[in-house]
């Protein structure tokens, strides 16, 4: 660090962990990169990774999960319009590590990882829209709404990383995906 140059050293960012992470994972897969491997090739310590991410799979999700969270907070407010929200998630997202990953799934051999955590992600996005719908409706119809704006969000996702994250823009197949899950808005 020159002088003159305090706090962290930028080697601990979260981006530099997250682009020595996709770099090993391109390189030898996702099952085979320790925590260890992503910390020595960042050049930080293993208590500087688990300040950023609870775990190597954390690392491809932190972009959107912090978008998630914001939404299901959005959501629990009364009169929140649910749709606006779901399409806010996506706003202004860029290419970035999950991206990378559902772009090079085979390579990284991250498939099976993908799906279990895009699983989670969509029921507990699922979750918050229903509860944000079950004003004036059935319980059964609130689940089939969020079941099916989750899934149109996520699904818009995934299409944009794998047609080349950035060539098509993401907020169009995401108004795309609720009108296939919601109706036109």
Same mark, same amino acid.
């Given at each position: 660090m020159a002088a003159g140059q305090s706090?962290?050293?930028r080697a601990s960012s979260r981006e530099v962990l997250a682009e020595a992470?996709? @770099?090993?994972?391109l390189e030898r897969s996702f099952e085979a990169?320790?925590?260890a491997d992503i910390t020595t090739r960042a050049g930080v310590s293993r208590s500087s990774f688990f300040n950023y991410f609870a775990s190597k799979s954390d690392i491809l999700w932190a972009a959107?999960? @912090?978008?998630? @969270?914001?939404?299901a907070r959005s959501l629990a407010r009364p009169g929140a319009p649910v749709r606006e *929200?779901?399409?806010g998630i996506t706003a202004g997202l860029t290419p970035d590590s999950l991206a990378l990953a559902i772009a090079n799934a085979d390579v990284m !051999?991250? !498939?099976d990882e993908l799906e279990r955590e895009r699983a *989670?992600?969509?029921a507990q996005l699922a979750r918050a829209v229903a509860e944000r719908s079950r004003e004036g409706t059935t319980r059964l119809r609130a689940e089939v709404v969020?079941?099916?704006?989750? !899934?149109?969000?996520?699904?818009a996702v995934w299409q944009w990383a794998d047609a080349g994250a950035g060539r098509a823009a993401l907020s169009a197949l995401v108004d795309e995906a609720l009108d296939q899950a919601l109706g036109p808005a």
């Open positions: 706090g962290r050293p992470a996709c @770099e090993l994972f990169t320790t925590v959107l999960d @912090e978008r998630l @969270e914001a939404a *929200i779901l399409a !051999g991250v !498939g *989670i992600r969509q969020g079941a099916a704006a989750a !899934g149109a969000v996520l699904a």
